[in-house]
């Protein structure tokens, strides 16, 4: 029997392909542009991603999600991307995940708050207006042009994109929430310095997930900061940035990649209690260190930006879906990746050693992870301290044992971190959770 919601997700996707259709057969009759008939694409799907809460509820969206991600990746298939209404999408020459992590960032913002006008809606309606209106600037006016590759930016239309997001916060802020005015001021201009700068720097479509989870991450943990606290985190956002450019050289990263992980690390520490960015940011000492031996140095230092964002989306998406906290599951993926990247950084390529290293770097990686835990007494709330116990040392020694027994990567990092580090804690969170449904 096909439910009611099942109908309407339906139709939404039928929707969105009668609509890339469309702008695709008015592109090639009045010569639009590549660019341009993307960006009709994205603001149709962005002001249809903003109706979604209000048509459909969790059940009906989790497939709607599911057929618009196979209706995203026949859209890539080689005949419809070039000649059918994928084309409208794809015909541009740089190659973007863009449509893909767009997809993600609305189910990550739906499970989280669907309908809320500051946390939803104000996030895709930054993506959506401020992404169009910077691109129509920059390709027509633009002149003063910085980036290369697909970051190719240019100066007018990243100011162009700070200005219409103030104003797009400033006036959801004002009209939809309870916060003071002086607040409002200073959050907006947080949040526009925020998108502009992760627009202008990210690559591959990335600030499609980027900004609008970054902007809920800033508005649901700091919206209602006071003043001072909200003047504090912009200039500790713009010293972060200014310190990363700096400092990029004596990391061996470039500027861009250094930006990018100060971006990332500077949510990590907004999204939850400082104290719990320690452990990511000794990842990232831990990444720079064993960093010397890859071949291609510059993609990975992009991957691990990417495993920042993927590891804080994954749990920020769990927590929403099952309304229990994965703050805990978060500091042990992250011991996870700590463990594995410190054991690549070791000089020696004897296994024996390396061996005997990764088990001292997992049990002083365990104790330091429990201590940083203990801080706030946070609890899996579903499992006791021992089940939390296990996870973090399973996680920590199968990351560090994996790294010692491959000590040479010709394979890029970040990905295969990620996934043996998120694997046990995402076992255990599921398992915890139905086991907590159980007793109910």
């Known amino acids: 029997m096909i439910l009611p919601g099942h109908i309407v997700a339906l139709g939404s996707v039928a929707a969105l392909f009668v609509m890339a259709y469309a702008v695709r057969a008015l592109g090639v009759r009045n010569r639009w542009s590549a660019e341009t008939q993307r960006k009709l694409v994205h603001v149709g799907v962005g002001v249809h991603a903003i109706t979604l809460p209000f048509v459909m509820d969790k ?32 015909s541009v020459e740089r190659q973007s995940w863009g449509d893909v992590l767009f997809l993600l960032a609305v189910t990550v913002l739906f499970v989280r708050s669907p309908g809320d006008p500051a946390l939803y809606v104000l996030p895709l309606a930054v993506l959506t207006l401020s992404d169009a209106a910077a691109a129509v600037i920059g390709t027509e006016y633009g002149r ?10 240019s100066i007018e239309g990243t100011v162009v994109f700070f200005v219409v997001t103030w104003m797009v916060s400033v006036t959801i802020l004002i009209t939809a929430t309870d916060i003071p005015r002086v607040n409002t001021v200073l959050l907006a201009t947080v949040v526009s310095a925020f998108a502009a700068l992760v627009e202008a720097e990210s690559w591959k479509g990335l600030d499609n997930l980027f900004v609008p989870c970054g902007i809920h ?10 003043p001072l606290l909200l003047a504090l985190i912009a200039s500790g956002f713009l010293g972060a940035i200014v310190i990363a450019d700096a400092c ?15 971006v990332c690390l500077f949510l990590t520490a907004g999204m939850t209690a400082p104290h719990h960015a320690i452990i990511p940011v000794a990842a990232l000492a831990a990444h720079v260190a064993s960093r010397r031996d890859a071949k291609n140095p510059d993609k990975d230092d992009l991957d691990f930006v990417a495993v920042l964002c993927v590891i804080g989306v994954f ?10 906290p994965g703050t805990e599951f978060y500091t042990i993926t992250f011991a996870g990746l700590f463990a594995g990247l410190t054991v690549l950084a070791l000089p020696t390529r004897v296994l024996a050693l390396r061996a005997v290293a990764a ?10 992870h429990h201590e940083i835990v203990d801080m706030n007494g946070t609890d899996l709330l579903w499992l006791g301290r021992t089940e939390a ?20 990567t010709p394979f890029r990092r970040g990905p295969l971190f990620t996934v043996a580090a998120l694997a046990i804690p995402a076992i255990a969170y599921t398992a915890g959770h139905l086991d907590l449904l159980e007793h109910l």
């Not at 990029?248 to 100060?262: D, E, L, Y």
């Not at 116990?389 to 491959?406: D, E, M």
């Open 389 to 408: 116990a296990v996870t973090a040392a399973v996680t920590i020694l199968a990351c560090a044992v994996g790294a010692a027994w491959r000590p040479v």
């Open 217 to 226: 991450a800033l508005l649901s943990f700091n919206g209602h900061a006071e």
């Open 315 to 324: 749990w920020l998406s769990a927590a929403g879906i099952t309304g229990r």
């Open 144 to 153: 003063l042009k910085f980036g290369s590759g697909d970051r190719r930016k």
């Open 359 to 368: 088990l001292l770097i997992s049990g002083g990686t365990w104790i330091a």
């Open 59 to 90: 059940t009906a969206f989790f497939g709607f999600a599911a057929m618009a991600l196979a209706a995203l990746l026949v859209l890539r298939l080689p005949w419809v991307s070039t000649k059918g209404p994928g084309a409208s999408v794809h």
């Open 248 to 262: 990029s050289k004596w990391t061996g990263m470039t500027s861009h990649a250094a930006r990018s992980t100060a």
